[in-house]
């Protein structure tokens, strides 16, 4: 992660620059796009794996830090075991032993999290090139990337038509639209897997968070929601009011012992009557900058950087223990194997279609 750097809050012009990035083993060549909102702020995404490499905001003296974790090379991106900042698909998060059965018939997905699949696969949705499109408004700019996911890609059925806008508006909100068609019946579940940090440096300890979730999914030795749906009240898992981070991760707690930490599936509350629910709120209260996530999924999964291990260095420093977290909006792991939790399976005919919004503040 970039130092933070003083940058003044003048207003600027909203833009979208394009610039190459670096070239793939294939030949293909990879670029980075910059968006910048009237604001200042900027989100830099690449066209392969449609990945956030960098988003800069400021502070409350107007001080610009780069609060994603991410790589200055597109080299160690081709070996993103952490998936940084990348589109996760097929299906987000954990599939049991990477089995499933669908109207008859069973599937097997590749095991790249052993004994279980993680992500989408060793290929996914994250280790691609994209299609992009750029584009500016009065009041936005954005990128819209697409892909056609190949049936038997990774193991999932049906030819997968995959729409993914990234609009970056002048209040600082980064709005994050997915939409997805099949010619076969298959799961789906996208998210994105951006690291954030609010200080732009250290670790995640002294953030401030709160989930909006009565409930989560407890999971097995291997990561593998139990089925249950559990009660927050009395445990670690209760963040519905703001809490500082480093308070509660360590405690002895079984579910925080089979995690390393928080890596968990929380089951959002939903409003009625609203189309996009507030999923968490962060704040870094040094720096005083805040990010609220907002959705149409229902649930949120809190990674708190247990298994960063600073065996890979990112911009200027290595990627360490508990030094980002993650709040992938989802819907629930292993969905596919477990009839009581939201279907996420899409089927000829149906839409696919979900957004999820980060909206960055300073007080």
């Excluded at 809050?9 to 620059?17: D, L, Q």
């Excluded at 059965?101 to 699949?117: E, F, I, M, R």
């Excluded at 000829?348 to 999820?356: A, F, K, N």
């Amino acid at each position: 992660m970039t130092p933070v750097t003083a940058v003044s809050c003048v207003p600027t012009s909203a833009s979208v620059t394009q610039a190459p990035f670096g070239v793939l083993p294939d030949g293909a060549h990879v670029s980075v796009f910059t968006l910048t909102n009237r604001q200042g702020m900027q989100v830099k995404v690449l066209d392969f794996g449609a990945i956030i490499s960098e988003v800069h905001v400021p502070d409350r003296d107007g001080i610009f830090a780069d609060v994603v974790l991410g790589f200055e090379r597109i080299e160690p991106y081709l070996a993103n075991s952490a998936f940084l900042g990348a589109v996760i698909g097929r299906f987000g998060n954990r599939i049991a032993g990477g089995r499933f059965s669908l109207d008859g018939k069973d599937y097997q997905l590749a095991v790249n999290n052993a004994p279980n699949h993680l992500h989408g696969g060793n290929q996914g949705f994250h280790q691609v090139m994209w299609q992009a499109e750029p584009f500016t408004r009065q009041d936005a700019v954005g990128i819209t990337f697409t892909r056609s996911s190949p049936d038997g890609e990774d193991g999932y059925p049906g030819q997968l038509d995959v729409t993914v806008v990234y609009e970056l508006d002048n209040d600082n909100a980064l709005s994050l639209r997915y939409h997805a068609v099949t010619d076969q019946a298959t799961p789906v579940n996208l998210t994105n897997h951006s690291y954030f940090n609010l200080a732009g440096q250290g670790d995640i300890l002294g953030h401030e968070l709160s989930i909006n979730a009565d409930r989560y999914t407890p999971v097995d030795a291997g990561s593998i929601p139990t089925g249950e749906l559990a009660d927050v009240s009395g445990t670690p898992f209760d963040l519905r009011q703001s809490s500082v981070i480093g308070d509660s991760i360590d405690l002895p707690h079984e579910q925080l012992r089979i995690g390393r930490g928080y890596d968990h599936n929380f089951v959002l509350n939903q409003q009625a009557g609203q189309l996009l629910n507030l999923a968490a709120s962060v704040r870094e209260p040094v720096s005083g900058r805040m990010m609220e996530v907002y959705t149409q999924e229902p649930a949120v999964q809190f990674y708190s950087g247990n298994f960063l291990d600073s065996s890979q260095h990112g911009k200027l420093r290595a990627i360490s223990y508990r030094s980002a977290l993650c709040l992938e909006t989802q819907h629930f792991p292993d969905a596919p194997n477990q009839a009581h939790f939201p279907s996420t399976i899409l089927r000829p005919g149906e839409v696919y279609q979900t957004e999820t919004v980060y909206r960055f503040s300073a007080e």
